[in-house]
């Protein structure tokens, strides 16, 4: 009886069930293994539910295997914080204004002539976007300085592209500093180690084109264009810092889709022998607003896009091989949606949530390089309501 096992100190057990199971219920229960546990636990489970867990588990699974990056990329509010804020200085421009009034306006003084500006990039295919760049930059710039390589940062072979239309740049020949490098082809290798292979050559080809101290020196991507004024402000003014970073327009594939005004790594320095080094990561806590523009993944053909995506130092984001299909980067590109189908970069899920879906169409060219406003037929493809891009 129940109440006498209770008060011999036994262990009732309301559940009628067959010997095993009724020991894990009893006294022995604790010396039953953790197989023999589970074992009892599923013979309790109906034949629904072992449909429901066979057809849920694989389906999780595939789930996370289709979708895990951008769950990550949902979740990284809760594993990553933000970078401390950039000290942003505001930006005074006018065509009217003299400099000496514009520098007064930044709290800097006025010097009796300039610094001398090399303007040094890591070149791969960007031919369009370099002609834009080197355009808007020409008055300003005492020399040009470019390296490219046979080798993607992924250590794919790539032609020496600059070289072969190097005919196209004749108007900056005088004033060009032109070096190559091999590739090392490691195979399998974290593509940021050939980046930065790079960017250290691209230092000693500065030391050839002549840069001395207090020069500044741009350090940014081809695809990071600061506006002409704006260095022609740094050139100018005195007491600048040492080191100060450009917040540039960003865009995507055209001029027609602005993202944001977030874009932060390109950067001007006083050049100074020994300390300083080509990079292009965080340096100081001082920006420059409205410093320019940011124009990714703005090629004319779907043919560089596709090798874009395989030659640089994201490739992983390249998850599935149909992102390469060529209709689908032409459909995301009219769209304004994401060639990598991820989520937005940020470290909140209000600015996530806020940036979640294509990105809005502008129909402003407003404030954009005067080179390519006076070219326009030409570089069509960049202003707004062209998104067709030819298929080659």
Not at 128 to 149: C, D, Q
Not at 183 to 206: C, H, M, S, T
Not at 325 to 347: N, S
Request: aromatic share 14%; charged share 25%.
């Amino acid at each position: 009886m129940w109440w006498m096992m209770g008060e011999a100190g036994g262990h009732y057990c309301p559940k009628k069930t067959d010997d095993f199971c009724g020991n894990v219920c009893g006294q022995e229960s604790s010396q039953v293994t953790g197989m023999s546990r589970i074992r009892c636990i599923l013979r309790g489970l109906d034949v629904k539910t072992y449909i429901f867990l066979f057809a849920m588990i694989p389906m999780c699974i595939f789930g996370i295997y289709l979708h895990g990056q951008k769950i990550s990329y949902f979740l990284r509010p809760l594993w990553e914080k933000p970078p401390k804020p950039f000290n942003v200085i505001p930006h005074y421009y006018n065509e009217n204004v003299t400099m000496e009034n514009l520098c007064k306006l930044h709290g800097w003084g006025v010097r009796e002539y300039p610094r001398r500006v090399y303007d040094a990039v890591l070149f791969s295919n960007e031919i369009e976007i370099l002609t834009l760049r080197w355009r808007e930059l020409y008055p300003y710039i005492t020399e040009f300085v470019l390296l490219e390589s046979n080798s993607t940062f992924t250590g794919l072979p790539k032609p020496l592209v600059f070289s072969s239309n190097r005919h196209k740049f004749k108007f900056v020949e005088p004033r060009l500093t032109y070096g190559s490098i091999g590739g090392r082809f490691k195979k399998g290798e974290n593509p940021f180690i050939e980046e930065a292979y790079q960017r250290v050559a691209l230092d000693q080809l500065l030391k050839i084109a002549g840069i001395s101290d207090d020069d500044l020196l741009i350090m940014s991507d081809v695809d990071e264009i600061p506006s002409a004024h704006t260095i022609n402000l740094l050139r100018w003014c005195d007491e600048i810092p040492s080191i100060i970073h450009l917040q540039l327009k960003n865009y995507l594939y055209s001029f027609e889709f602005h993202l944001d005004d977030s874009s932060w790594r390109a950067s001007v320095h006083r050049y100074q022998s020994g300390k300083t080094r080509y990079a292009h990561y965080r340096q100081s806590d001082t920006m420059l607003a409205d410093a320019g523009w940011h124009c990714s993944f703005c090629f004319r053909r779907i043919s560089d896009f596709v090798f874009k995506m395989k030659a640089y130092s994201h490739y992983d984001r390249v998850r599935f091989s149909h992102y390469l299909k060529r209709k689908r980067i032409q459909k995301v590109i009219c769209e304004g949606a994401d060639l990598f189908d991820m989520l937005p970069e940020e470290y909140t899920f209000r600015e996530i949530i806020g940036k979640m879906g294509p990105i809005p169409h502008s129909y402003s060219a407003v404030h954009l390089p005067a080179f390519l406003l006076e070219n326009a037929k030409e570089f069509k493809f960049l202003l707004p309501g062209n998104c067709r891009r030819d298929d080659n």
